[in-house]
């Protein structure tokens, strides 16, 4: 009999689950994960640790979790498959699984050509839909990719990633599908601030049946300057900013600017929870952790619920 994860608990009550995500330092510096961790104690079910997001080297997620775990909170492993084999992949798996890491986000991850290691060399053994379904098969058959039988499987909750706003649009719905085949429990998706596509797109989803199917968490993250809104409009891919939230930003003095970020990340979480299949919400305050515990407390999702 499986145990329910954290954050599987909170979805299973029919609570808004909230999950955040600590980026690891660049360095042996455990008490940099440590103090970006006690930021969200009490706001957050789950705390997401990346997995050398784009691209750059730092601390392993696998080891930044478990000093989250012996913090006494509930990290997510992320792992990427651009740099692990499927052999290396499941053996992380089993010995995260071993430290009591039972939550984890299964993705492709950025090319190396926009980190700072470009002369890497790509793995990508597996893409993201075959990485669900090889946890998938971990978990309910207790069964490596190879065939062979795992004494003690992990029991993981699967997560996965989900850009409602990359095109062609038209797919996007169809490629959440195949994650949910292969055996997402949970999806965290890309920032939202085009909330009329991501109401689009949720349409399709509902259309299919797929909100009965997972868990959508909507991903959210604050602006902290007019510069800030513009990157992610310009030279972030697959993000949708509307101009009116740049001429918003834009419109308020430079001193003003994080709160207003803020203001807007709010009354879109506010929107996102009147929209039906969203089941919760993943707060990236991208080096800004010290806001979530205010943003969680402004969207009305605190405390949270005890189960």
């Known amino acids: 009999m499986k145990t329910q994860s954290a954050l599987e608990k909170v ?6 689950a909230v999950t955040s995500e600590c980026g690891p330092p ?15 104690r009490g706001y957050v079910d789950a705390i997401n640790v990346t997995d050398n997001q784009t691209a750059m080297v730092r601390m392993s997620s696998f080891a930044a979790c478990l ?24 053996s992380d798996i089993i010995g995260a699984y ?5 939550t984890m986000l299964c993705l492709t991850g950025d090319h190396p050509c926009f980190g700072d290691h470009p002369m890497a060399a790509n ?12 946890v998938k098969i971990m978990r309910d058959e ?12 992990p029991k993981m909750f699967i997560g996965a990633a989900a850009n409602p706003f990359g095109d062609p649009f038209e797919l996007r719905v169809a490629r959440l599908a195949k994650k949910v085949k292969a055996g997402a429990d949970f999806i965290q998706t890309q920032c939202i601030y085009d909330l009329d596509r991501f109401e689009k797109w949720m349409e399709g989803v509902r259309d299919r ?19 800030m809104a513009k990157y992610m ?7 949708s900013v509307p101009d009116e939230l740049i001429k918003r930003m834009s419109g308020v003095p430079k001193d003003k600017q994080p709160e207003e970020g803020i203001k807007i990340c709010v009354e879109t979480m506010q929107r996102l929870k009147e929209v039906k299949g969203v089941r919760g919400f993943h707060l990236m305050a991208i080096e800004w952790e010290q806001k979530v515990p205010e943003i969680v407390e402004r969207a009305g999702l605190h405390p949270r619920p005890l189960v």
């Open 11 to 16: 979805l299973a009550a029919g609570h808004l």
């Open 26 to 40: 660049r360095g042996a510096l455990p008490d940099k994960i440590k103090e970006k961790a006690e930021l969200l």
């Open 67 to 90: 000093f989250i775990g012996q913090m006494g909170l509930q990290p997510i492993l992320q792992m990427v498959t651009r740099d692990r084999n499927r052999l290396a992949m499941q």
């Open 98 to 102: 071993a430290h009591g890491i039972d």
């Open 123 to 134: 793995v990508y053994d597996l893409d993201s839909i075959q990485f669900v379904q090889m």
């Open 142 to 153: 207790g069964k490596f990719q190879g065939g062979d039988e795992i004494q003690n499987p």
């Open 209 to 227: 049946g797929l909100d009965e199917k997972v868990s959508i968490l909507a991903g959210v993250t604050p602006f902290k300057s007019v510069g």
């Open 233 to 239: 409009k310009n030279k972030v891919p697959g993000m």
